[in-house]
């Protein structure tokens, strides 16, 4: 229960006057008042009672939540060195739509000791419309028992896409533990994260937690859920890939008695200080597109780089080829869709107009910071599923009538730094170029680059918000979504009008750019099946799991296969598509398969740090093939390696996924077979490269430079692969350097 006493001080600089906790604006200046709830991780159960106050600022509501009432301050600063806990959340960042992420460390003393606390914000909460006042969200098990046989198998269906990477970070054990696992409408969310004993839990411990959860499970998916438990308990899934496919056609069957109706608007505007409108979407600005009748629905919001170079040409020329693209992978039946295929089709859509931008840019002989460029964030609902693309900072936002959720991760410096475990979050941004852009449409090849593709399970009304920056500036969404697009929810307010208002709300509350909008409604009607769905067991695949721990998503995907992005042909669907998935499936696995191995043994491989996704890197051809060479002949002085997985060097000192070291000296152990050696490493003091628009700051301070020696078995379990040359000038020694960042001109507008 809030303190009545208690004060919410003002966020805005200039006023910080206190405020009564029931004031949703300031008195004095009218800026909103943010309420910024908490959860504490301490060993006990709770930091003290409720209405007392912690470091004159966090008011403890009940238990270990706890209020923040001085939300315009950053928190103290953190010391990261030695707290593995906080990095473990840090890397998770892609997955912050289940997992909490850190707010910051407390130092308290209690008078008899010192610890301290570690913050995470936005824990799963409720709010209680009469009273207003705050309770978490319900336990799954509990919430079981009501929900309806779509929601239960696309809970489990969002824990299958969080055991790979919490399994990863070693903190798997979350998902077995009730009491942390909570749900808000539709979504399961992690109250925090809880470390895995010695002995790991694997995927029969999951399966005997989901068997506790029969009783309870609606008829339609009683056998489904039975069979699935028990194929994880006997081992015949192995795997999280075959779990998600196995849940993804119970869904599918489940999506039959699901039928959604869909509008979409946009609306773009220049804005009051720039003379050029940058930005483009699709549908074009102001048309309102409903399916049915339309066969597709697709939103496009793309943020034009390059001023009046050519940022509008490049934004207008993503949609115009994504579009086009996209038009041709909805052509296909529901039915015959592989949500592992469409996803890299979509990936694929984007390279196509990376490439378009990219070879306008080289035909212009545009070099540098003239090269025109563009976000872009992207939604195509397919049946019971919501697919999102993104490259850069233009973001989406998922709507339902529980909350708001960012459910992309900016491709910036500051988000890269999170990913990487070196900063939280808050702290980051207030980093020198934390906003700049790390990658974007057209500034360079597509074999460079790594949008990002996402799928949500959708069994309940929402609002999918595409916006540029000209509106997301600022924490407008958090500031204005309860009272400007959860009306439309609730049936208050209609698409257009909504539109039009979040417009002028960022043309009169930030102003500082163009700006674009595209809202996606989503409306379902669904009614519980009286038959019983069946059951498919994958076979085992042999292709290559995806790193999932450092994906660049705020949401889980099937992991794809390693395949070298090339341009879609255009007006042509995917022969992949004419074909029966009984023909389909055999050939990806034993193609991939082959591939994969001949790619890996070849080193043709590496994979990249933020997007987690296998990279083909080109390699100098030849008339005959060269036999595959061992990881001890590979590793001569001077060659640059990046891990796979986590290596995990003592109980006190590991290094995460994606670490990229200098191999320093290779040495023999005594009296070893060849395959059985030491190697001398250094970790590179820069473990990414500078983004592609910066400021005149300098970029945050690398990690201190150390070296360590690892034995040939360490080695193959991190999963290290040999990075070519054009792709390691950020791994600095005394003979190579940094490539500077680009430094945006005086007439380049759009500057992040």
Known sequence: MENDAATLFCPNENCQAANPLTHKFCQRCSTSLPKIYLWAVVDDLSVGKPGE?????????????????????????????NLQIVRTYLR??????HVPQVYGLLSWNDGSSHRDIL?????????????????????LTTAWRDATSMRQLNWLWQLANLWQPLASEGVASSLL???????????????????????????????????QLLNDAKPAIQNFLSQISNSLIEGKINSAEQLIAALDGGLAELGRSQTPTIKIITKTDTGPSRQRNEDSCYPPSGTLVSKPPQPTALAIVCDGIGGHEGGNVASNLAIETIQQQVQQLTKVPYDHIDPSLLLNDLDLAVAAANDKISQRNDGENRQGRQRMGTTLVMALPVAHEMYITHVGDSR??????????????????????????????????QQSASGSLVQALGMGPSSSLHPTSARFMLDEDAVFLLTSDGFSDFDRVDEYWETEILPILTQEADLTSVVNRLVEIANTRNGHDNVTIALVHYQVQYWEPEITIKTVIPEASAMKTADFSLRGSSKTQIGKASQKTQIVPENKPGIIYRLPLTIIVPIILGVGAWAIVYSVRQGLININPFAGDPTPTRQPTSATTPAPRSLASLLAPGLVIKTTRELVLSKDKSFPPGTVFEVIKKKPKPQSVPEDF????????????????????????????????????????????????NETNFCTSASSTVTPPIVPSPTQTNTR
Do not use: M
Request: proline share 10%; glycine share 4%; with cysteine.
């Open 119 to 139: 913050l995470l914000e936005k824990p799963p909460l409720f709010t209680d419309d009469p009273t207003q006042q705050v309770r978490l969200g319900t336990e």
């Open 92 to 97: 998770l960042i892609p997955y912050r739509l």
């Open 177 to 211: 533990t009730p009491h942390l696992l909570r749900t808000e409408g539709s979504l399961v969310r992690l109250l925090e994260l809880r470390f895995d004993s010695e002995t790991a839990p694997g995927l029969p411990q999951l399966g005997e937690f989901w068997q």
């Open 678 to 725: 030491l190697v001398d490493l250094r970790v590179c003091p820069n473990q990414a490269p500078p983004p592609l628009v910066d400021t005149d700051n300098q970029l945050p301070s690398p990690p201190k430079d150390e070296t360590v020696t690892l034995n040939s078995l360490q080695l193959k379990r991190s999963g290290a692969t040999v990075l070519p040359e």
């Open 53 to 81: 106050s912690l470091a004159d600022r966090y008011l403890i509501i009940n238990q270990s939540l706890l209020l923040d009432t001085k939300p315009g301050f950053l928190p103290q600063p953190s010391e990261l060195d």
């Open 396 to 429: 989406a936002y998922w709507i339902t009538r529980q909350g708001c959720y960012q459910v992309t991760l900016d491709d910036d410096v500051a988000s890269r730094e999170v990913r990487l475990g070196y900063s939280i979050y808050r702290e980051a941004l």
